[in-house]
């Protein structure tokens, strides 16, 4: 563990949390919500934990974006919340 | 020993400067376009920076071979995605920004690049 | 030297800090795909950083190829997508 | 959104990149005993380089590699192979999966057996993973949008 | 004061991670959304448990200077590895596979909002209650 | 609703912050939960099972039950969503 | 009088039979003319779809061997353990992937040498990174100042090359080499994005161009004249 990491990692972390249930536009907080796999990566890693941060990193780098554009493309993009 | 620390917090520091001034360049520079200037490249040529300061901390070894694929990739990917965003604002019929805050192109320009 | 490396990576979390206001409040979703290619690539950097700093990079560097091969992707995604409903 | 893409580059670059991530993922999985990774990071990465090969090259391309009929034979393939190699050390009188019974029909050392009996399962778990999320993603993908006899209940 | 902030904030965080998620799910009207404020539940539980396995000054569950050697392992191996070197590795095996089946269970829910909206037309759930209500 | 929701979630944080002062502190190395098996598979992964990366090594033997189970359960999600979203004949009815 | 008859009409007689010699050998000529470049062009054209059939059997198995052998340097360079176990594997990984995916790697098979393309593809990049660094100290020096003084444009510009590679090379010199970005590549025409008129005066001497150009050897034409000649290959190739 590294502290003065940790301490910022977790502040983004909470930036993009918040961003991404917030913006009212969906494809938005889906981009958001794949920086916010970035850091969640970067945590793990100053955690010592590298298998972790290898199955996120590669999970949300290739797939999970992936998935949720494709179906925000196959619905509605606008939210009303 | 000394020439290899030294060497690499030159390295070091000049790609942290780049990595700046391409932050900088995010945050000031007016319109999207302008800003992919910023951010696609510099960002490429700094995190090569890094690459070659980390391959000469850690020596000669299998190591640095794949720092060396890592900017390989890098170099490949990186103007790739810049690329595909801007194409795709370009055909999305974005208007880029002039310097008179209007649009001086000539008129053909803009009917077969912007669809709309 | 292990201090410098520190150094380094806070400034550079604080670089992501800046890339991150363009990410959250840019004006349309393709300043925030800019912002999030950018953190992409400080990502990359950061986790070599930790490596060094763990004293184990060879461990590390296959995370950093894992973004440096994968994290283009979701761009190109993002950009078929806006590229097919025309809307920005 | 599949259907091959226009642009020469993301095509061309694609095209580059996807032997290598294919062999890289492959790496991932094999030399999981040695550094990280293993079954589950290979077969995401080789899934997406799948993704990328049909987000580029459109969707006839993909299918010629890997169809949705052969991502369903590969994925029971995957989690038989983990299930077979668990009942071999059954049949060869260990417990269920206890590798080191391996080593009878291998001619290695326990120790060896149980390391092999992992890159085994492994291997399944990444035929698996791989084939599932292939699943997924061309399902999605090529989901209708909305036909119009789904449309009853306005 | 200091040093119990410093021993316990990070679980604070998670905690507080959880909330946003957990308020996510249940406030948020969009399905997208909710399916968003589940993934970010998902993430504070793994977060929760790999902080269960941080160990202070520890690097990497990778053993070093033992690259496939049994035999050597064998002879004096055993009682040279120093177990507080190394993170506890039970949690990454654990959390380790809930992201993969995170994912799975992503492709899942993605897939029946698809159907939802195929239905229904729309993806607000207020609006998905009253047309079932209706009819 | 979404004040109610509110609550029930700041109710929860509450909860878990008050349980969270009994846990070990943070980086203890002495906590319960590093301290019963795990270093058991730290000491004997070599020497079992000749690989130096631990991680793979409770995956995938000490407990492969676990990653058996897992994968199956990967197998399922992929079904589920292929029987979901999957060609298939016109409903009949409705 | 009547030996002048005689001799007109035996001169005559004669005129008539060189030219009726003249038709003739007109005649035979055009037609040995006709049959050589009948037979010339069947067999050329034989020739030509022996060369082309052979080589597309060929490239088949040797784009695999190709693939297989970059892959497996890029496997020992990633692996770094040489002993019969782990090459086994990876030589098995890499022609299971090279067979997959032996129609990426070398999809459009050319003439030319791979061998010089890669010399001076090598060569190449050291240029690219000085102006990269040049540009990139421009755009920096732009982006400081108080007033940034840009004047954002788009060029036009038609491309001479012809393989997408080489397309793809340009491109992606011109979006690294900050102050330019590639917008949109239409039937050869550029769209590119430039930050200032500088950079834009640069962009349209062609330098760049040229140099890609150079290295994919389309100046020389090489590519053009040894698909024309596939039956003079053939032929030495036979002897």
Request: proline share 2%.
């Amino acid at each position: 563990m590294i502290l003065p990491f940790d301490l910022i990692l977790v502040l983004f972390v909470y930036i993009c949390a918040i961003a991404a249930i917030t913006i009212k536009d969906l494809l938005s907080a889906v981009v958001i919500l794949g920086a916010y796999s970035f850091f969640m990566c970067l945590l793990w890693t100053q955690m010592a934990a590298i298998d972790v941060a290898f199955t996120e990193a590669s999970v949300s780098a290739g797939i999970g974006t992936v998935l949720m554009i494709g179906a925000v493309s196959k619905t509605k993009r606008r939210s009303n919340d | 020993m000394i020439v290899k620390d030294v060497l690499v917090i030159l390295f070091m520091l000049g790609g942290f400067f780049l990595f700046f001034t391409a932050t900088l360049g995010l945050l000031r520079l007016p319109d999207f376009f302008t800003r992919l200037h910023a951010t696609g490249k510099g960002d490429t040529l700094a995190a090569l920076w890094f690459l070659v300061a980390l391959a000469v901390y850690h020596g000669f070894s299998l190591t640095s071979a794949k720092i060396v694929f890592i900017a390989v990739f890098l170099f490949l990917a990186q103007p790739t995605a810049t690329h595909a965003i801007s194409r795709a604002a370009f055909r999305c019929g974005v208007r880029p920004w002039t310097l008179e805050r209007a649009v001086l192109l000539d008129e053909d320009t803009v009917e077969q690049g912007g669809e709309k | 030297m292990t201090q410098f490396f520190v150094i380094i990576g806070v400034g550079m979390c604080v670089l992501v800090l800046l890339c991150l206001y363009r990410a959250t409040f840019g004006p349309t979703i393709l300043n925030r795909a800019a912002g999030i290619s950018a953190i992409g690539t400080k990502t990359l950097i950061i986790l070599l950083l930790m490596g060094v700093i763990y004293d184990r990079i060879d461990m590390f560097i296959d995370i950093s190829m894992v973004y440096a091969l994968l994290n283009f992707i979701g761009t190109v995604v993002l950009a078929k997508y806006l590229e097919r409903s025309g809307e920005v | 959104m599949i259907q091959e893409s226009d642009d020469v580059i993301v095509k061309a670059v694609a095209r580059l990149l996807v032997p290598f991530i294919v062999v890289y993922a492959l790496y991932v999985v094999m030399h999981g005993h040695y550094s990280p990774g293993g079954g589950f990071q290979g077969g995401v990465i080789l899934a997406a380089s799948f993704v990328l090969l049909g987000v580029s090259h459109g969707l006839e391309k993909t299918r010629r590699r890997m169809s949705e009929k052969a991502a369903r034979v590969v994925s029971s393939i995957g989690v038989l192979l983990y299930g077979g190699i668990g009942a071999l050390c059954l049949i060869l009188g260990g417990n269920y999966l206890d590798y080191a019974k391996l080593g009878k029909i291998l001619r290695v050392t326990p120790a060896e057996a149980r390391s092999l009996g992992i890159l085994g399962v492994e291997i399944g778990v990444a035929l698996a993973v791989m084939a599932v999320m292939c699943t997924v993603f061309f399902a999605i993908f090529t989901a209708e949008e909305s036909p119009e006899d789904y449309r009853s209940v306005e | 004061m200091f040093e119990f902030i410093v021993s316990y904030y990070n679980y604070w965080m998670y905690i507080g991670l959880m909330m946003i998620g957990f308020y996510a799910m249940m406030a948020k009207r969009n399905l997208v959304k909710k399916i968003i404020g589940m993934n970010i539940f998902q993430s504070a539980i793994i977060f929760f448990y790999i902080s269960t396995s941080v160990k202070k000054g520890a690097t990497v569950p990778i053993l070093e200077n033992a690259h496939g050697h049994a035999t050597h392992g064998i002879e004096h191996g055993a009682n040279a590895i120093n177990v507080m070197q190394y993170a506890n590795p039970l949690p990454h095996v654990l959390m380790l596979t809930a992201i993969v089946v995170m994912v799975a269970t992503l492709g899942v829910a993605l897939a029946v909002v698809i159907l939802i909206y195929r239905r229904y037309g729309t993806l607000e759930e207020d609006e998905i209650m009253k047309l079932v209500r209706r009819g | 609703m979404k004040i109610l929701s509110l609550i029930a979630g700041v109710l929860m944080g509450a909860a878990l912050i008050y349980g969270s002062l009994d846990m070990p502190k943070w980086g203890d190395p002495h906590s319960p939960a590093s301290t019963h098996v795990s270093p058991y598979y730290l000491q004997h992964s070599i020497e079992h099972a000749a690989t130096p990366n631990v991680v793979t090594t409770v995956l995938a033997d000490y407990r492969g039950y676990d990653t058996l189970g897992e994968t199956t359960v990967v197998f399922t999600a992929g079904m589920a969503c292929l029987l979901l979203l999957g060609k298939r004949r016109k409903r009949q009815g409705k | 009088m009547e030996v002048t008859l005689l001799l007109e009409s035996t001169d005559n007689a004669f005129r008539v039979m060189e030219r009726a010699r003249e038709h003739a050998v007109g005649l035979l000529d055009t037609a040995v003319q006709f049959t050589a470049e009948q037979t010339r062009f069947r067999q050329e054209k034989r020739g030509q779809l022996l060369f082309t059939g052979t080589q597309k059997r060929k490239t088949q198995f040797q784009n695999i061997v190709g693939t297989t052998i970059i892959l497996l340097a890029f496997w020992m360079l990633l692996s770094g353990k040489f002993d019969a176990f782990h090459l086994t594997l990876g030589v098995i990984c890499c022609a299971l992937t090279a067979y997959l995916f032996h129609d990426l790697l070398f999809a459009n098979v050319r003439v030319g040498d791979m061998r010089v393309i890669a010399a001076r593809f090598i060569a190449y990049i050291p240029w690219l990174i000085e102006q990269i660094i040049l540009a990139n100290i421009h755009v920096a020096s732009l982006v400081l100042r108080r007033k940034m003084p840009i004047d954002p444009q788009i060029v036009k510009f038609k491309t001479k090359l012809e393989t997408d590679i080489s397309c793809v090379t340009l491109a992606n010199s011109i979006t690294l080499t900050p102050g330019t970005i590639t917008m949109d590549i239409k039937d050869g025409v550029f769209y590119v994005h430039a930050l200032s008129q500088k950079v834009a005066n640069e962009l349209n001497a062609g330098d760049m161009e040229d140099r890609v150009a150079h290295i994919f050897m389309e100046a020389d034409h090489l590519y053009v004249e040894d698909v024309l000649d596939a039956a003079r290959i053939y032929q030495t190739l036979r002897t």
